[in-house]
């Protein structure tokens, strides 16, 4: 992308799909978008009426029904967000699970369902929208990681295995898409308050450990996460590419 001459944090004119995007992290990142000035396409699994209420509504904003395990349904997100809007030009991957217990007696079936979600769904998302996003001449990508794709943790076999490829996958797809002028990049978030953390959030023990193993001394907000990916998506970042950028109050730096 060449050096802007606006606001290089605004989206003004451009589209964007949310994958994950009816609660959480995910409802965040599509608000924020909204409020920069992106039409929002924001996609997920989940029954509308289960959506969260910040959720971006009107000004031709749209939402869409996505099973990120199909890769037909992820081709039909493509088009209709094409269709809807007549362009894509900005992608995140964020929809994913977690599934927890010991490596030792965890399902073949919980693994590979937790791989399929995040890892080849990411992979399913990513080539369903890259024709769209090379015709729109400058776009960009970021994927949802996690510290736990960078460092072990416990219980976590299949999630931890998942972010770690979605963030190198960011990397292999920023060399590879570079020439079509699409940017591909990486969020990778400790330990956020949503639904897929509220059982360890839950639990006194788990959170004092976590919270003490994150050098400021918190969990990072859904809004944290969007200011970083709305920053890696935007034009202040054109020089940014195949990059991981961790959101984690110093989590890493151990």
């Known amino acids: 992308m060449s050096t802007p001459k606006t606001d290089p944090v605004r989206f003004d004119g451009r589209v964007a799909l949310v994958t994950g995007a009816a609660r959480g992290i995910g409802a965040a990142i599509a608000a924020r978008l909204a409020e920069l000035g992106a039409t929002v396409a924001a996609a997920d699994i989940v029954p509308e009426d289960q959506w969260e209420d910040a959720l971006p509504t009107g000004d031709g904003h749209t939402r869409h029904h996505l099973d990120i395990t199909s890769a037909q349904s992820c081709r039909d997100t493509v088009e209709e967000v094409v269709a809807a809007h007549g362009r894509l030009d900005h992608l995140v991957n964020n929809a994913g699970i977690v599934s927890r217990g ?13 791989i399929d ?10 080539q369903a929208a890259y024709p769209a996003l090379r015709a729109a001449g400058e776009a960009s990508i970021v994927n ?17 295995v998942s972010k770690a490829g979605v963030m190198h996958m960011a990397r292999v797809l920023a060399l590879e ?20 953390t509220q059982d360890v959030r839950a639990n006194g023990e788990y959170m004092a450990d976590k919270l003490a193993r994150i050098p400021l001394g918190r969990m990072a907000g859904p809004l944290d996460v969007a200011l970083t990916v709305t920053h890696l998506l935007s034009p202040a970042a054109a020089m940014t590419t195949g990059q991981t950028i961790f959101v984690d109050g110093g989590v890493i730096i151990h």
């Not at 979600?117 to 990513?126: E, P, Y």
């Not at 949802?144 to 931890?160: E, P, Q, R």
Request: charged share 15%; proline share 5%.
């Open 117 to 126: 979600v995040n890892l080849t769904g990411t992979f399913r998302m990513s």
């Open 177 to 196: 898409w570079a020439r079509d002028n699409i940017r591909v990049n990486a969020v990778g978030p400790t330990i956020v308050p949503t639904a897929m």
């Open 102 to 114: 010991p490596a030792a007696t965890m399902s073949e079936e919980d693994f590979t369902r937790v």
């Open 144 to 160: 949802i990681g996690s510290t736990n794709g960078h460092i072990a943790v416990l219980d976590t076999l299949g999630y931890c």
